[in-house]
Each structure stands twice: as C-alpha cells, then as structure tokens.
C-alpha cells in the first residue's frame, strides 16, 4: 500500500466518520465551562478535553527550558511541536512558521498577538522572554480568525503580572560577541497586577550571506544574489519594551492593556547597506470582558500596530568579465516602508443551556500600507499606498451531549475586504479603482472521549486568502529591483480534513497523540524573484496561480515520564505535500514543505541539584519555489542539531536568587540553510547570570 492510502485509511479508521459538513466551519470548539481556562483554538474559556481541533500550548516553563538560539525569535518557542515547520529569516524578518506542509507563512498561517491578527512581520515586536504562552492550532482556521490560515494560526500570549513575581535582572553573552540584558518587574496589589520588562539583543553578527556562496550562485546564472553578500558581519542592535496592566473586577469583569515596542537595526555587511536603519515597531492592545446576566459573556479587543522599516541600499557586489570581485558602495536606493493597522474584534458568548456555548462576534481591521523608494543617482522616486478594510461576522456553536463524553461544534464567517485609497507612481493609473473580495467559510469538529484516558477526534474546514495589495497593484521599473502587478490574481482557497487519537496511560505516566490530515490548495498562490534581463544583477517579482495542491500526513507526540525528575518528549510529522493539475509544476514538492521534521528532547529537573534539557532537532531538505529549482540554497538540503541546556537558580538570601545557565545550539557545528541563502551561524554557545529579588 502507498504512503497516500495508508494515510488515508488512518484518517477513516480513527475519524470512523470525517465531518465534510460543508454548511458549518468557524472557531475552533470548546465546550464545558471552566472559568479561567482560555483555548486559543476556539475564543472561549472551556474545558481544553472537549476541542476536537488539534492545538498545542508551549508554557512559560516550558520556554525557559529551552536553549537559547542565536536569533531571539519567537518561531523558536514552538519548532519542537507536531505539525510545526520553522525556518529564520536573518533578522530584521519574521519566522517562517509553516504549519502541516502548507508552505508559506505569510499566505497560509496567522499569526496573533494577545487573540488579534497582527502582521507575520509585527511578530518581531515582541521578544522571547516577554511571552507567557505560545498556542498553535492547526487546520484551516478561516472561519475562527479571517484569511491566510490554511495552515492554522499561532498565538503569542504576553506576559502578564502575578503575586510573588518580584524582579529580575540578568545579562546574558554568547557567541558571535552577542550580549542579551534583561530586566523584569512584576506583581500584584489590590485588584490589578503589571508587568514591566526590557529586553536587549546586541551583536557583531555574523555573515548570513557569505560572499563565496552568492558567487557561486552568480556563476550558475542566479546573479541577483550576489549583490548583497556579507562582506563584513552583519552586525545588529535591537531593543525591546514590554508591558502589561490588568484589572480583575470583583464582579467578573476583567480589563488590560498591553504594549510592547522594538527599535531594530540591521548592518548588511557592506559600506552604505543597511538592511534596517533603526526602525520602529509597537503594538498596544487593550480588552475588557464582562459577564452579562449569569449565561453571558461579552468582549472587546482593539489594538494599534506599528510598523517601521527604513532601509538603504547600495549598488552593491558583482563580478567583472575576468571573474574578479567589484564593490560599488555609492547610495542606488532608500526605502521608507511604514504599516499601520487598527483591529477591533467584539464577541458574546452565550450558554442558554448547561451543554451549550453559542457565541456570535464581529471584527474590523484598517490597514494603511506607505512604500517610498527614492533613487538618488536617478533622481526619481516610486510611491505606494494602499488601504484595506476587512469586516467579518461569525457564529460558532458547541455542543456537549452523553454526560460530557461527546463534543460537537460548528463555525460559519463571513469576511469581506476591500482596498482603496490606492495610489502607484509607476502604475497606469496611478489611482486604480478600489477592489474588493469576499467568501464564507465554515469549521466543524467532534471528539468522543472513549473513557478517562482515550478520546477520538476529527474536524474539517476551509480557508480564503485574498492576497497582498502590493501584488494587484505595485509597479516598480526602477533600480534593481523590480516588481509587476499582477490584478487578475486569483484568492486562494483550502479545504482540509483531519482524524486523530489523543490518550494516556497514567500508570506509565506516558502521553500520546496520533493525527492524519488531508487537504487541497485551490488557486495556490506563488511568488518568484526573477533575474531582471534589463539590469544585471537585478531581481523582477512576479506572483501568479498555479493550479492547485494535495497535502497530506501524519502528525505524532509522545510524553513519557521516566523518573521523578526525568521525562521525555518527542514529535514527528510526516508529510508529502505535492503541485497537481499545473502544467509547468506538475509533480513538484510545495515550497518550504519538506517530507519530515521532528524533535526528541530529554528535560531533567531536580532544583535542588540541577535542571537540563537535550534536544535532538531534524528536518528533510526542502524546496525555496514551487518550480524546485535544483541549485545550491534553492534546494535546502537536510539538517539535524543537538542542542543542550543547564541551569541553576541558588537561594543566597531570603528574598534573593541567583540564576545561571548555559546553552549550547547545534552543539556538532552543522552546515546547512536557514532560508534560501541565508546561512546558520553553526554553533552557538551563551551563558547568562541574573538576580532575582522577591518582593
């Protein structure tokens, strides 16, 4: 039997009978009320046992138990999870978080900041140490928060203020002359709790695009790449600002505000290129939830996120017809990019019965997009603008039958966009006509707890995504890099089905999960960075549909505690993710999607001796494009790190702690591609001491 038919005979055995109701989709399920426990997969606080969406949460714990990596980002937080593909961008990026073999982050994953949608590039506005919980929901989640998620969505949950917290300061050093401060202060008095941190992450860097890797690029006809190879190492210095008030009403009613801020700066390794000149970035959120009668809830979230990202670029390296190396450093192009959006989500959930959660909500975004390229040696200039609207509507039911044992739920939205205000320099017109898109989609779900320790789910859904602006509209045909609109882009649109087993073996202490999934890609969409025949050296971006795409795989956890103090954690995913019905990518492997990826750590924890985690971390080779293009760094080969870490805290008074720790990542130097091109560091060593005053 193939891998596709025992895969699909997984599915139908465990999901005995697979949802394909397609008149229901939303939110993710939760039933059972249990106050204070809030379940990113469905918007409401229930039970986490009743969801049938498969869904992870890496804890605070679980946080500081992991090495720290050369590149402070949040990806890190939850690459160890099933069904969880992370690839680093250099850092002025965001991770690329790919969920079951989708492929793409920016179209196929949201990611959320606190419950909102936020931009994947807003996602550096918050650092590591200043999140509480990273959720992952996995499966199209259209129908629960908006478009680009037919691969799920990831939600980091911020710090927030406790009773006992006191204050921490503490300086980390490591490799590449990188130095880490950190200071945090947190409590509670009366009725509200703050927290208060900052978070500093300074470096020489390293080379992330070594200059004879682009010339070999260049000899073999990818010559755009050379232009901005690291001669020096890209140094960067970035500072992060976190914090967080919340009030907690006696009578229930819960309010908070949160911001948090980053300036970034990011040396691209030659004279007069700089990838990111100090830009700003914040995002400050508030919420307030209240109960309404005693079988009600309603809340409101609203958010302002800033993005900032000025950048200089030089005309850069190339080879002359002798093969020598020649560098031009003279200014070819400025660029400020700014972004700024205002979400506002409000929501009622309603239990008219013991069994029951109804919740209706709506939702609004405005999103203003400002890109000016300047060309000093030209003297001219391209100018972009757009905004979009975004307003949605959705309903969600969960239903709790058989004494709690059985769980139903099903999810029906409504999005519509709309982008206007559009304004292109290079365009014709430069004031094209506003456009807009709109669809349903819908989410259901069942789980059937068997007895205390099994339980069966299974769940299907859909996704839409419109698309970037930037595609439909922006005309670039000056400098290097050029770009070309592309207005008759098709929305791409994903169904997916999934059936798993969830159980426990408490004599064991042993924790499993098993999990088959099967979806398609409509209209897929993909970009490519062509070399520009009219400038050598020079990119021209282009996006188009290809045809469509079959995904499908198998995704597993197991958690065994060995001893008291010892347990052990593993994940696999095992994936195939294919182009069908395109008559140029036919049979080719979905970008960024590779065949398995996985983890198996070891954690050790005696506070009274000493704590350690060691994890074993691997990925198959995997593609940059959909045309699987067979040249170094397009093809990504495979890789496997081992990664350990120690740690210690000592009571050395009363009210003080002394903390240390030292981590080692990718411990045996391995070579490989963080992303196309971009090369990882190889071993990265850092050691860290604090003080902890308990106040």
């Not at 791409?492 to 088959?516: I, Q, S």
């Not at 080779?621 to 120690?646: C, G, I, Q």
Request: net charge negative.
């Amino acid at each position: 039997m193939t891998c596709r038919g025992l895969i699909v005979l997984l599915i139908a055995v465990l999901g005995c009978i697979v949802p394909f109701c397609e008149a229901y989709e939303n939110r993710e399920v939760v039933t059972s009320v249990l106050p204070g426990i809030t379940v990113t997969a469905t918007k409401t606080e229930v039970d986490p046992e009743t969801v049938p969406f498969s869904f992870f949460s890496v804890d605070r714990e679980d946080i500081e138990q992991q090495p720290d990596f050369y590149m402070a980002n949040v990806g890190e937080l939850i690459r160890d999870l099933p069904g969880v593909h992370v690839a680093q961008y250099y850092p002025w990026g965001p991770p690329w978080i790919h969920l079951r073999g989708t492929g793409y982050f920016i179209g196929r994953t949201v990611y959320l900041i606190d419950g909102l949608p936020a931009w994947s590039f807003l996602s550096t506005t918050v650092h590591p140490k200043h999140i509480e919980r990273a959720d992952v929901l996995l499966g199209p989640s259209s129908a629960l928060y908006g478009a680009n998620a037919s691969g799920g969505a990831v939600n980091f949950i911020t710090r927030e203020g406790r009773e006992g917290m006191g204050a921490v300061v503490e300086m980390a050093y490591g490799s590449n002359d990188t130095y880490r401060p950190h200071v945090h202060a947190g409590g509670k008095k009366g009725n509200l709790r703050y927290f208060l941190s900052y978070t500093g992450d300074y470096s020489d860097g390293y080379r992330m695009k070594p200059v004879d890797d682009m010339i070999m690029l260049w000899k073999l006809g990818k010559k755009q790449y050379l232009r901005d190879a690291s001669l020096e190492d890209n140094s960067y210095e970035h500072s992060f600002f976190s914090g967080k008030v919340n009030w907690d009403g006696e009578s229930g009613t819960k309010a908070w505000v949160a911001f948090h801020y980053a300036n970034r700066y990011l040396d691209g390794g030659q004279p007069n290129l700089v990838l990111n000149d100090h830009g700003d970035q914040a995002i400050v959120t508030a919420h307030v939830e209240t109960p309404i009668a005693s079988a009600a809830k309603a809340k409101v979230s609203v958010a302002y996120q800033y993005y900032d990202h000025p950048q200089q670029y030089n005309s850069g390296l190339s080879l002359d017809a002798d093969g020598n190396l020649v560098l031009d450093s003279s200014v070819e192009r400025k660029r400020d990019w700014e972004v700024k959006r205002y979400p506002v989500e409000a929501q009622v959930d309603l239990c008219p019965f013991n069994n029951m959660i109804f919740t209706v909500g709506s939702f609004f975004s405005r999103e203003e997009e400002y890109r000016r390229d300047d060309y000093p040696q030209s003297g001219t200039s391209s100018l972009y603008e757009v905004t979009t609207d975004q307003w949605a509507f959705y309903v969600q039911d969960q239903i709790l039958l058989l004494d709690g044992r059985l769980s139903l739920i099903g999810g029906l939205r409504y999005d519509y966009w709309k982008f206007h205000d559009i304004f292109v320099t290079q365009a014709e017109p430069q004031e094209p006509d506003s456009v807009s898109k709109d669809t349903w989609t819908y989410r259901g779900g069942v789980r059937f707890r068997l007895n205390d320790n099994i339980s069966l789910h299974s769940s299907a859904g859909t996704a839409y995504w419109p698309g970037l602006p930037l595609w439909y509209f922006q005309e670039i045909r000056t400098g290097k890099t050029w770009r070309e609109a592309n207005p008759d882009l098709k929305p791409e649109k994903t169904w997916m089905v999934d059936a798993g087993v969830d159980g426990k073996v408490p004599t064991t202490g042993t924790e499993f999960g098993v999990t088959g999934y099967y979806g398609r890609i409509r209209d897929m969409v993909s970009y490519r960075y062509d070399e520009n025949p009219y400038v050598e050296g020079g990119t021209i971006i282009r996006t188009q549909n290809l045809g469509e795409a079959e995904i499908y795989g198998v995704e597993l956890y197991a958690r065994q505690k060995i001893t008291e103090n010892l347990r052990l954690q593993a994940s696999l995913t095992l994936n195939h993710s294919e182009i069908v019905e395109d008559p140029k990518n036919e049979g080719n492997e979905l970008r960024n999607a590779p065949d398995y990826w996985g983890s198996v750590g070891l954690y050790y924890e005696n506070p009274e001796l000493l704590n350690c985690s060691l994890i074993v971390r691997f990925s198959d080779d995997r593609y940059y494009d959909d045309e699987n293009t067979e040249l170094p760094f397009f093809h990504m080969k495979s890789y496997k790190t081992v990664d350990v870490k120690v740690w210690r805290d000592w009571q050395i008074a009363r009210r003080w702690i002394l903390t240390t720790s030292i981590s080692a990542v990718n411990i045996f130097d391995e070579d490989y591609e963080t992303e196309i091109v971009y090369v990882n560091p190889g071993r990265y060593i850092e050691g860290a001491v604090g003080i902890r005053w308990l106040f």
